[in-house]
């Protein structure tokens, strides 16, 4: 067994299909975390999982949240100290205020397999991002 500690990195590591920028931090065989960022004023585009669950925690910035499963949907905010849940097969956006980036720390369970995961659905805004 090894341990892994890790310090923010400075750069972008991946863009996520759904546009939002990524950082890596450590993952276990259970789950992995990562910091995602959003540039102020930016909307990405509409996905869903295949096979992953998310708990997302915001740290930094303000912005909004559409998610839609079957009959259920909702628009929430998210600031600093909102924890949110993607259940698997949730369609889901999401968009930074104008003035301020938007940072949370995603949770995936399981670890995120790869681009291939999440598939485009319909938007609820209009992206201003490319995957």
């Known amino acids: 067994m090894s341990f892994e500690t890790r310090i923010l990195p400075g750069a972008v590591d991946v863009v996520a ?9 450590p993952a276990l065989a259970g789950g992995s975390m990562v910091h995602c960022r959003l540039p102020p004023g930016a909307v990405t585009l509409a996905v869903r ?10 740290v930094g910035g303000r912005g909004e949240i559409w998610r839609r499963h079957e009959a259920r949907e909702e628009v929430a905010p998210l600031v600093p100290g909102v ?18 980036a938007l940072e949370l720390v995603l949770v995936t ?3 995120w397999p790869g681009p291939d995961e999440a ?3 319909p938007d609820h805004w209009e992206p201003t991002v490319s995957g």
């Open 17 to 25: 299909p759904d546009g939002s920028e990524i950082r890596l931090l």
């Open 49 to 58: 999982h295949r096979t992953v669950e998310e708990l997302w925690y915001v």
């Open 83 to 100: 924890s949110a849940t993607i259940p698997l097969g949730t369609h889901f956006q999401f968009r930074a205020a104008s003035d301020q």
């Open 109 to 111: 369970m399981p670890p």
């Open 119 to 121: 598939v485009r659905v």
